[in-house]
T-cell receptor, first 112, second 115 residues
Framework: DVKVTQSSRYLVKRTGEKVFLECVQD?????MFWYRQDPGLGLRLIYF???????EKGDIPEGYSVSREKKERFSLILESASTNQTSMYLC???????????FGQGTRLTVV | AQKITQTQPGMFVQEKEAVTLDCTYD???????LFWYKQPSSGEMIFLIY??????QNATEGRYSLNFQKARKSANLVISASQLGDSAMYFC????????????FGQGTRLTINP
């Protein structure tokens, strides 16, 4: 089975902290994605990566950065967490455009 | 830019009825793929069905079918003979095929099946 694993299920951080969300996939997928999910807004794409060290901005990249040093790992970084970044964060990976994306279990981040 | 619009925030359907969930997409890409996912209350994302923009026939997977109308830029999901277990959030998504493979989702539709 394809597995996408996010490092934490729940996180509570303070305003201004630097936050790292980690995502690991075990199926040698080229593409990896980070989304945030908010009620009524669906899944909004923050960043995606189509190869090691390659990344592109999604629709809401402000306040976030990413890192992909190894194919299996895609990290989302909140440089200085703010309360409006409180959300559910979902990581996904896919083999290619005709293939479905597989999702992690999500990280519910609360910034206080 | 790609944009997915799901205009039905919520739908209520009687068990065993068919249901159509609307999805329209806006993309300038000549080739793209369209997906539907289900998210039950447990939070997992479950892939349901895929349609390529150049596929001649509408995709079907069991009780799920995709009503793809390219000229109208719509990709509605049809669920036949709905079941109580179909109650969930449903998301439509699109990916461009050429270049960097950006996968974007719509706002979702919450489907409730009544007994």
């Amino acid at each position: 089975d394809v597995k996408v694993t996010q490092s934490s299920r729940y996180l509570v951080k303070r305003t201004g902290e630097k936050v790292f969300l980690e995502c690991v996939q075990d199926m040698d997928h080229e593409n990896m994605f980070w989304y945030r999910q908010d009620p009524g807004l669906g899944l909004r794409l923050i960043y995606f990566s189509y190869d090691v060290k390659m990344k592109e901005k999604g629709d809401i990249p402000e306040g976030y950065s990413v890192s992909r040093e190894k194919k299996e790992r895609f990290s989302l970084i909140l440089e200085s967490a703010s309360t409006n970044q409180t959300s559910m964060y979902l990581c996904a990976s896919s083999l290619g455009t005709h293939n479905e994306a597989f999702f992690g279990q999500g990280t519910r981040l609360t910034v206080v | 830019a790609q944009k997915i619009t799901q205009t039905q925030p919520g739908m209520f359907v009687q068990e065993k009825e068919a249901v159509t969930l609307d999805c329209t997409y806006d993309t300038s890409d000549p080739s793209y793929g369209l997906f539907w996912y289900k998210q039950p209350s447990s939070g997992e994302m479950i892939f349901l069905i895929y349609q390529g923009s150049y596929d001649q026939q509408n995709a079907t997977e069991g009780r799920y079918s995709l009503n793809f109308q390219k000229a109208r830029k719509s990709a509605n999901l049809v669920i036949s003979a709905s079941q109580l277990g179909d109650s969930a959030m449903y998301f439509c998504a699109a990916v461009r095929i050429q270049g960097a493979q950006k996968l974007v989702f719509g706002q979702g539709t919450r489907l409730t099946i009544n007994p």
